[in-house]
């Protein structure tokens, strides 16, 4: 089962994930169970010292539209580069070599756009209802001022613009990734057991 | 794994699919490994034989927009429902009739939007990407005059357009579904285990 044309690269996964899905988790878990890698956090800390931004902003606007970005058009470059396109430009590279590097998974950060043909690669997104991710995130990070509600909405709306600026993909769209899984429904480790199996292609293709 | 809150019904599983995804094989070869009916051309019989209406014009009606359906605002509604509402209607109840039958695969025709919350569905999309598809259309349908990337974009555009006016839905929206699995990658054998291992509910959840 060949996931890209390139199958003589290294096999990876990347994981788009909506806020409070737990595909942060899933990523972790399958890495684990499949023994190799998984970047999230560590791809979070070496941008930063790349970019010589703190981490947490990292973490913040390296895959989320901030203030003007809700409407990337009316966001003023007439100054050149914002420091989320230093920062783009800085992942980019980080997320190829690391691809170079050996098989993985990557969490979030546009990884299934920035190696699309350039690796052999199997992209997932893992999403669930509102009520899912909000009993999650409450779980997660506690309560805050703002509903959960609330927050979800604004999150997925960055996150949204985010790649629509970036990637020119529509944000959720089947067609984009090879396999999409309700993490709510199917639940944690159903998801990391069919990532794992597609990993292995231990299933026969037709 | 509950697919559904009504866990005490009939496990069914609905496959909504891009035309040329072999997303019908998908659901035949499910149903034969779950020894399940799937109810595709059955239904589809059933439909022509309570409408009156010729099977051909239910396969073709039953699922796509047509003429001016593509923009439904202007179709003219003025003089009572259309062929495609009273198709609708019997559809749909058939729909619910088959569900609370037994256990089986519903291919199309929105079945998933109908059996929301009344059946404990496993709501799977399929889908492909343009250039798998067409060469599955020519295998399939031979070739026509028009080019099976016009054939493909043109029935995608009235499945949408169907979709988008009886059940409100966006079209190959991965949040409408518990998974959506690209055939064309993952291979049609892949995806029947993928299903056929849900349903039997095999993997633990989280």
């Known amino acids: 089962m060949a996931f890209q044309p390139n199958s003589a690269s290294n096999r990876i996964i990347t994981i788009s994930r909506e806020f409070g899905s737990g595909g942060r988790t899933i990523g972790k878990k399958t890495a684990e169970k499949l023994g190799i890698p998984c970047y999230d956090a560590q791809l979070i800390q070496k941008i930063a010292e790349e970019s010589g931004?703190?981490?947490d902003y990292v973490r913040k606007e390296g895959e989320d539209a901030v203030g003007g970005w809700i409407f990337p058009i009316i966001t003023d470059r007439t100054m050149g580069m914002t420091?989320?396109?230093t920062l783009w430009v800085i992942q980019r590279r980080i997320i190829?070599?690391?691809a170079e590097k050996g098989p993985c998974v990557i969490v979030g950060r546009c990884a299934d756009f920035i190696l699309r043909g350039k690796a052999d690669c199997l992209n997932a997104f893992i999403y669930a209802s509102m009520e899912c991710r909000a009993a999650r995130i409450v779980?997660?990070?506690g309560e805050r001022e703002q509903s959960p509600e609330r927050r979800l909405k604004e999150k997925d709306k960055r996150r949204a613009a985010y790649h629509?600026?970036?990637t020119d993909m529509t944000w959720g769209h089947a067609q984009n990734y090879h396999i999409c899984l309700d993490s709510g429904t199917l639940g944690i480790n159903t998801c990391v057991e069919i990532l794992?199996?597609?990993?292995?292609?231990e299933v026969i293709q037709a």
């Not at 794992?196 to 292609?201: I, V």
Request: charge should be positive.
């Open 139 to 141: 779980k997660e990070y």
């Open 196 to 201: 794992s199996r597609l990993y292995h292609k």
């Open 164 to 166: 629509r600026f970036y």
């Open 96 to 98: 190829l070599e690391l």
């Open 53 to 55: 931004f703190a981490a």
């Open 83 to 85: 420091n989320q396109d």
